[in-house]
């Protein structure tokens, strides 16, 4: 039977709920830009193996040229399948996009028309600003990614 009083206790549970809110909302706000600068740190480092896995192959396809003509490839697909052997050489499984922009490598070309390396299509800037190395490679320091050129470094 309803006596009448009410308690004092009413929306105690919704005041606890957006205190809660506040609290998850100031975490996140704090982890949020960590999180971004550890995404962007990944994207670059996945841009630096592609962009030295795309060096090789080149270095590859101009080392493995037959007889004692020694070639660049025309454009990239050929990395995928070489076409001056009887049997199918491949040098890459596939075209590999840019971690960084999502899109295609800018193929970079020498005099004669022959790739000789690829470069990022990104205008963003790196966080290795003052250049990249692991003693075999290097990077010079760069604004943009787009300045980072992954050549192949071939012995004529």
Known sequence: MPT??????TGFTYIWAL?????????????????SAQVRREREQALIRTGFLYAAAIENYYNQSPGSLKQYPSDLTQLLRDGRYVSTMRYLRALYADPVSGRAFVPIKNAQGAVVGVA???????????????????????AHYADWQFLAQVKP
């Open 4 to 9: 009448g009083k009410r308690t004092t206790a």
């Open 19 to 35: 205190m809660v809110l506040v609290l998850l909302s100031v975490a996140l706000s704090v982890v949020g830009p960590i999180w």
């Open 120 to 142: 990022s299509a990104s205008p963003a800037a790196p966080l290795a600003a003052a250049g990249w190395t692991d003693g075999q490679h290097a990077l010079p320091p760069a």
